[in-house]
C-alpha cells in the first residue's frame, strides 16, 4: 500500500468530533503531504539561511528554530522550520510559501557553498499532537529527542528507515513533528494507529 492509498482509506474528515476527540484527550496524527522538505548542506549552509532569516539559525546541532524569509525591502515571502544537524539541515515550508521563498533563496546561493535540495519527493512529514502523542511515539519504540524544547530533534533507524522526531507544539498541544522517507511512512503510520493516534 502506497501513502495516497493509506490517505484514502483513512477517510480523514468523516468524523470530525472523532478527530477532535482524539487531539483534546488523545493523540491526532496529521499527514502534511503537501508541505516541502528540502535539505540544505555545504560549508556555508548555516551562514548562508541567517544572512536571510528573520531568526537566530547559528545553533547547535539537534536545535531548531522557526523563522520567516523577507525580501530586501521587508516583503514577506514565507515561514519556516529548520532542524540544524550535524553535516546538514532540514527545512520544512508550508506549500504556499515553498516556491517563492525558496526561488528567492536560489538566486543568493550562487555566491556560498551551499545546495539547496528538495527531497518532499523522497520525504514526508507527519505530525502526532495531543495529550497521549508522546506514548504514542513511545509505543511505536520512536526516538525522542534529548532537549524538550520546541525544534529539538533527533535522527535515528526506525524499522530500517531514517526517523527525525522534532518537538513542536505548533497546534496549541503537546506534539512532534515526524519526517520520514516515503518508503516507510505506511509502516510508521499503521503503528501510530495500533498506537491508538488516529488520523485528522
Same mark, same amino acid.
Given at each position: 500500500?502506497? /501513502?495516497?492509498?493509506?490517505?484514502? &482509506?483513512?477517510?480523514?474528515?468523516?468524523?470530525p468530533s472523532a478527530e477532535y476527540a482524539s487531539l483534546?484527550?488523545?493523540?491526532?496524527? $496529521?499527514? @502534511?503531504? +503537501?508541505?516541502?522538505?528540502?535539505?540544505? +548542506?555545504?560549508?556555508?549552509?548555516?551562514?548562508?539561511?541567517?544572512?536571510?532569516?528573520?531568526?537566530?539559525?547559528?545553533? !547547535?546541532?539537534?536545535?531548531?528554530?522557526?523563522?520567516?524569509?523577507?525580501?530586501? *525591502?521587508?516583503?514577506?515571502?514565507?515561514?519556516? $522550520?529548520?532542524?540544524?544537524?550535524?553535516?546538514?539541515?532540514?527545512?520544512?515550508?508550508?506549500?504556499?510559501?515553498?516556491?517563492?521563498?525558496? *526561488?528567492?533563496?536560489?538566486?543568493?546561493?550562487?555566491?556560498? *557553498?551551499?545546495? /539547496? #535540495?528538495?527531497?518532499?519527493?523522497?520525504?514526508?512529514?507527519?505530525?502526532?499532537?495531543?495529550?497521549?502523542?508522546?506514548?504514542?511515539?513511545?509505543?511505536?519504540?520512536?526516538?525522542?529527542?534529548?532537549?524538550?524544547?520546541?525544534? &529539538?530533534?533527533?535522527?535515528?533507524?526506525? !524499522?530500517?528507515? !531514517?526517523?527525525?522526531?522534532? @518537538?513542536n507544539d505548533f497546534a496549541g498541544l503537546p506534539g512532534?513533528?515526524?519526517?520520514?522517507?516515503?518508503?516507510?511512512?505506511? #509502516?510508521?503510520?499503521?503503528?501510530?494507529?495500533?498506537?491508538?493516534? *488516529?488520523?485528522?
Open positions: 500500500m502506497n /501513502l495516497t492509498t493509506w490517505l484514502n &482509506d483513512a477517510e480523514v474528515g468523516a468524523e483534546s484527550a488523545g493523540a491526532g496524527v $496529521w499527514v @502534511r503531504d +503537501s508541505w516541502h522538505v528540502r535539505q540544505m +548542506s555545504g560549508a556555508d549552509r548555516v551562514e548562508f539561511l541567517h544572512k536571510y532569516c528573520t531568526q537566530e539559525v547559528r545553533v !547547535e546541532p539537534g536545535r531548531g528554530v522557526y523563522g520567516c524569509i523577507l525580501t530586501i *525591502k521587508g516583503a514577506m515571502l514565507g515561514d519556516l $522550520w529548520v532542524l540544524v544537524r550535524d553535516d546538514d539541515m532540514l527545512v520544512v515550508t508550508p506549500p504556499a510559501a515553498t516556491e517563492g521563498l525558496f *526561488k528567492h533563496l536560489s538566486r543568493y546561493a550562487l555566491f556560498d *557553498k551551499v545546495d /539547496l #535540495t528538495d527531497v518532499s519527493s523522497e520525504r514526508v512529514v507527519i505530525s502526532v499532537w495531543g495529550p497521549t502523542a508522546q506514548a504514542a511515539l513511545a509505543a511505536i519504540g520512536a526516538p525522542s529527542p534529548s532537549g524538550d524544547a520546541q525544534l &529539538d530533534h533527533c535522527t535515528a533507524q526506525w !524499522e530500517g528507515s !531514517e526517523l527525525v522526531v522534532a @518537538r512532534w513533528d515526524l519526517i520520514v522517507l516515503r518508503e516507510g511512512a505506511v #509502516t510508521l503510520l499503521n503503528a501510530l494507529a495500533d498506537a491508538d493516534a *488516529k488520523p485528522v
